[in-house]
Structures are given as C-alpha cells and as structure tokens.
C-alpha cells in the first residue's frame, strides 16, 4: 500500500512564501513523475507544477517565476516552495505521483493541505 503525506499549507499574509512538501511511503519500488495540483472552492482542480524522474519541470503559467517544484528521490519527497503569494493561489494543494508497486504503475493522491493567502 501506498501513502503519499502532504504538509507545508497555512494562512499567510499577500507577497508572503511557503513551502509545501508530500512525502511518498509504502511498498514503492520506483517513483516517476509527481505532481503538484490544486482546487479552489467552486472551481476545477488544476495541475500546478510538475516534475519528472529526470527532473524536468513544467509550470502553470499562473505561477511561472514564483513556484520552483523540486524531489529529493532519496526521501522520495517533493517540494514546492511558493513565493510572491497572492490571494489567488488560495485553495487546497494535493500531490500527485506516479508509483510503481507490485502491481504495476499507478497514480496516487495525497490528503490535501490548505493554503490561504489573506491580510
């Protein structure tokens, strides 16, 4: 069974920074891409940043030159520090990543961890 833990939301002021990070446990045997989405009350989830094996990113535009989505494959860790936060980046953040296990490969979610950005 695969685990994947976010943490890292809170309130934070505008122009304020955050670092959100999802951690991946269980009977993993590779990790290939993971991915950062988020969702705003009444609106659809979308993909924030992504981040392959390999390391390639790929950004929303909405977020280009303030998020810098990184992994450490050690920890089997993601991280997304946010910078410059505006009060439009408020939602709930979820992870996700692609695993291998025993059977075979899948896509996992996190629980979610909330960010708000508000004076």
């Known amino acids: 069974q695969v685990h994947l833990v976010e943490s890292g939301g809170d309130l934070v002021q505008p122009g304020g920074s955050l670092r959100l990070s999802c951690t991946a446990s269980?009977?993993?045997?590779?990790?290939?891409?993971m991915r950062w989405y988020r969702q705003a009350p009444g609106k659809q989830r979308e993909l924030v940043a992504s981040?392959?094996?390999?390391?390639?990113?790929n950004y929303a535009d909405s977020v280009k030159g303030r998020f810098t989505i990184s992994r450490d494959n050690a920890k089997n860790t993601v991280y997304l520090p946010m910078n410059s936060l505006k009060p439009a980046d408020t939602a709930a953040y979820y992870c996700?990543?692609?695993?291998?296990?025993?059977?075979?490969?899948?896509?996992?979610w996190g629980q979610g961890t909330q960010v708000t950005v508000s004076s």
């Open positions: 996700n990543a692609v695993i291998a296990t025993v059977g075979g490969w899948d896509g996992y």
């Open positions: 981040i392959t094996s390999r390391g390639s990113t």
């Open positions: 269980g009977s993993i045997f590779s990790l290939n891409a």
